[in-house]
């Protein structure tokens, strides 16, 4: 892209921008795939302007709400490459060519796999050739590159735009230079360390494999990450502290809000530096917190 913005967090860069482009483009409707991150929902919210909620990945859906709407209204659709709680991908070659269609803007939430996906690193969309298609990119400095910030990448009009307009942008502290040097140093390091990324991939494999080996019930769509489904969020979280307490693990438990009722689970995010050992501990506890708690297991057939 032409330029980028760089935010405290990633958080506020989507809160930030979705909630200043309808100042930019008076009468915006914006179209936000209904398990869009909650940043990405505060900022569609908090803007004033009109919004359409479609169906998870369905693009006949999102088809179906730009049909609706007046053809000469200005359009916005929000997506993300990776969603976070059942790690499956976004189409984003499909929505491009419905945005080319309708000529709407499109934005992308690329927290979850920049670092990670492509052959630098910049994400999903990279890896699938799709950068110059999408309007808007949204990343992170956290997670994948370990340190804090986030960032929307544009043309240098649009940068430029957000940067005079956002209030989130504007009435905050930035970025300080130590971490801004840490963020610097690691996007540099990552860009050229591809071998990460595929060692990466190959240790998600792994834990998908070995946990369903358990007959352990986990989401599998392709990504690293992986959610293991316990449905309860009772269980949920007292697997979670059990993990921490007795075996040194720390795994987040998702409950509701966060996830609908009765999909409560532990999600893992297997690293390139997780080796065998770690590995097996994690499924040999896995394994007796699972009998321990008496949580059903798949059928497991030769």
């Known amino acids: 892209k032409e330029a980028a913005l760089l935010f405290t967090s990633a958080y506020i860069a989507n809160d930030a921008t979705l909630s200043t482009l309808p100042k930019l483009f008076p009468g915006l409707i914006i179209y936000s795939d209904e398990l869009n991150h909650a940043s990405m929902i505060e900022g569609v919210r908090r803007n004033g302007g009109n919004k359409r909620i479609f169906r998870h990945n369905d693009v006949e859906h999102l088809r179906e709400l730009l049909e609706a709407d007046d053809s000469n209204a200005p359009k916005l659709i929000a997506f ?59 990343g992170t400095l956290a997670k994948a590159y370990g340190v804090m910030g986030g960032y929307i990448a544009a043309s ?15 009435f905050t502290t930035s970025v300080p230079p130590a971490v801004a040097a840490g963020a610097a140093a690691s996007v540099a390091y990552l860009k050229r360390t591809p071998e990460l990324r595929e060692q990466h991939q190959t240790q998600a494999k792994i834990l998908k494999l070995r946990l369903k080996g358990l007959g352990l019930p986990i ?21 979670s502290d059990m993990l921490l307490d007795d075996f040194g693990i720390y795994v987040q438990p998702i409950n509701f809000p966060t996830v609908p009722r009765g999909t409560e689970r532990l999600r893992f995010t297997p690293s390139p530096v997780h080796g ?27």
């Not at 060519?97 to 996906?117: K, N, P, R, S």
């Not at 240098?156 to 504007?170: E, L, V």
């Not at 065998?276 to 030769?302: F, G, K």
């Open 219 to 239: 989401i599998d769509h392709g990504s690293h990450i992986v959610p293991v489904m316990v449905g309860d969020p009772v269980h949920t979280k007292k697997l």
């Open 156 to 170: 240098f009009k649009m940068c430029d735009a957000i940067r005079s307009y956002a209030p989130g942008f504007i």
């Open 80 to 138: 993300e490459s990776i969603y976070s709680m059942d790690g499956d991908f976004g189409p984003i070659e499909a929505i491009c060519d419905l945005a080319d269609e309708f000529g709407a803007l499109t934005y992308i939430d690329e927290v979850h796999a920049v670092g990670m996906y492509g052959a630098r690193g910049a994400g999903v969309a990279e890896r699938d050739r799709l950068m110059h298609r999408l309007d808007i990119i949204n």
């Open 276 to 302: 065998p050992n770690e590995m097996n501990q994690l499924v040999e506890a896995m394994d007796s917190l699972w009998s321990h708690c008496a949580l059903n297991r798949a059928e497991l057939t030769a």
